[in-house]
């Protein structure tokens, strides 16, 4: 079974532009999130989608918005990049949206996105 | 609000010797907790977790974790280390959905990076 694919793996873009980061995830999965992680804050929640719907959201500026379509892939965008949006950022699949005792969360390798 | 602490951003063991990672964790609610590992240049890793029943969770790899409720602790250990484990360690906690929880809604500790010296 094929684990959670985010691509790409690595982006370098310029302060001002926006960004499109793609996840994959584990077929069966419905539940799709977004962390963000950087040395200074550690990991940080962004969103949690379920069925296409944004179902929790973290404390991040307007400027990180999200989706996720009917095959359960999810796209995360961030407008108007600044040098601090540099980070590693990762996905995480779980099962159908039930409770946790019956699922966990399954991380990809992430998408290390530079701002210069 | 809940959160998690870590203790000890780096924490250095020999090979063979016992690790021991400390994890604390603050909630109004009944915690789900985890340990995850990162690899350099991965994504993390579960090596465990505890949601309810027995207090004392076994988990991938030698490694295990003792949920105590009156110390709000769940410090993960390993009898003896390997070179393989070094890596970089985070707690998390979640919630019972109940409490407003989510198995996608992780808050993690700032992690401790384990060295293993030869």
């Known amino acids: 079974k094929a684990g959670v694919t985010q691509t790409p793996r690595y982006l370098i873009k310029t302060r001002g532009q926006q960004v499109t980061l793609s996840c994959s995830p584990i077929?069966?999965?419905?539940?799709v999130s977004w962390y963000q992680q950087t040395p200074g804050q550690g990991l940080q929640f962004l969103f949690e989608?379920?069925?296409?719907?944004?179902?929790n959201k973290g404390n991040f500026p307007g400027r990180f918005s999200g989706r996720q379509f009917s095959n359960s892939r999810s796209e995360m965008n961030v407008s108007t990049l600044e040098l601090g949006d540099s980070a590693l950022y990762l996905c995480?699949?779980?099962?159908?949206?039930?409770?946790?005792?019956?699922?966990?969360?399954?991380f990809g390798q992430g998408t290390r996105l530079t701002v210069v | 609000a809940q959160s998690v602490t870590q203790l000890g951003s780096h924490v250095s063991v020999s090979e063979g010797a016992l690790v021991l990672l400390r994890c604390n964790y603050s909630s109004s609610v009944p915690p789900y907790l985890f340990w995850y590992v990162q690899y350099p240049n991965q994504g993390l890793q579960l090596l465990l977790k505890y949601t309810t029943g027995a207090t004392l969770v076994k988990g991938i790899n030698g490694f295990e974790a003792e949920f105590k409720k009156s110390e709000t602790s769940f410090h993960l250990t390993k009898p003896s280390a390997h070179m393989s484990d070094a890596a970089e360690y985070f707690c998390a906690v979640s919630f019972d959905p109940v409490y407003g929880g989510s198995q996608g809604n992780l808050i993690f500790g700032k992690g401790t990076k384990l060295s293993v010296k030869p």
């Open positions: 989608y379920f069925s296409e719907t944004q179902r």
């Open positions: 077929s069966g999965h419905r539940s």
């Open positions: 995480a699949s779980g099962l159908a949206g039930g409770r946790v005792t019956n699922t966990e969360a399954f």
